[in-house]
């Protein structure tokens, strides 16, 4: 056999294994969380664990939603901390930001359960949008406040207007908790949303420590960064 022919076996070979291989992965996410077993490993009595978590649904309800509450009580901290010590707008983002690093990076298997690839199968009870709602609404305090300071851009010049499609997606916004707040703004969001928190997943996944050996550096001057792209204003001395 030639190493052109081996070569094409082999191709042949990963072409029929890979399907196979990728849905193996596919299963590996989805939770074993059978109550007796979980019990068992615990050193807890099944039937005290029954009454309790009937079902693998519920056990892990009650994982997600432990999760999602614990992640905004960290946030509405670090919140409430930085007002406390009268930071500025920006500041306060940064540090509403950093709550959430800071609980993800001490809670890694959280917080994959909660922003991870989902459970297939499963929907997380309705409960669960309440205390995402606390952790959306710490952000969303402080764009209000600088909003209302004048300290809040909204329509920059030169900025490209909303497609038929975004517009959708920010009237969803304009009807729910960013309600009030620039369009503009609220277009931002998405970005942001979705940079920060992937900042998060890759630093929680151990995806930066060989490249930024101050991750916490490196989180900071994004999370300033995505807080002067959505509006807020850097103070001159800093």
Do not use: C
Request: hydrophobic residues 45%.
């Amino acid at each position: 056999m030639t190493s052109t022919e081996e070569q094409l076996e082999r191709e042949a070979v990963i072409g029929r294994l890979k399907p196979a291989a990728l849905q193996r992965l596919t299963e590996r996410h989805r939770a074993n969380l059978d109550p007796a077993a979980v019990a068992a490993d615990a050193g807890v009595g099944a039937q005290d664990v029954g009454k309790h978590f009937p079902d693998e649904d519920a056990l892990l309800s009650a994982l997600v939603l432990g999760s999602y509450r614990a992640l905004a009580d960290s946030t509405e901290a670090a919140a409430e901390a930085a007002v406390a010590a009268g930071a500025d707008p920006l500041a306060r983002w940064v540090a509403v930001w950093q709550g959430i690093r800071e609980w993800a990076v001490a809670h890694p298997e959280e917080y994959v359960l909660l922003w991870g690839r989902p459970v297939p199968g499963y929907s997380a009870p309705p409960e669960t949008m309440e205390a995402v709602a606390r952790i959306v609404l710490a952000m969303v305090a402080v764009l209000r406040d600088a909003q209302k300071a004048g300290e809040l851009t909204g329509d920059r010049p030169g900025e490209a207007p909303l497609t038929d499609g975004m517009r959708q997606n920010v009237d969803a916004l304009a009807a729910g908790l960013l309600e009030g707040l620039p369009r503009s703004v609220m277009a931002r969001m998405f970005v942001v949303w979705t940079q920060l928190h992937g900042m998060v997943g890759f630093e929680v996944n151990s995806h930066i420590m060989d490249i930024a050996p101050d991750p916490t550096a490196v989180f900071e001057y994004g999370a300033a960064a995505m807080g002067e792209y959505i509006g807020l204003h850097r103070p001159a001395d800093r």
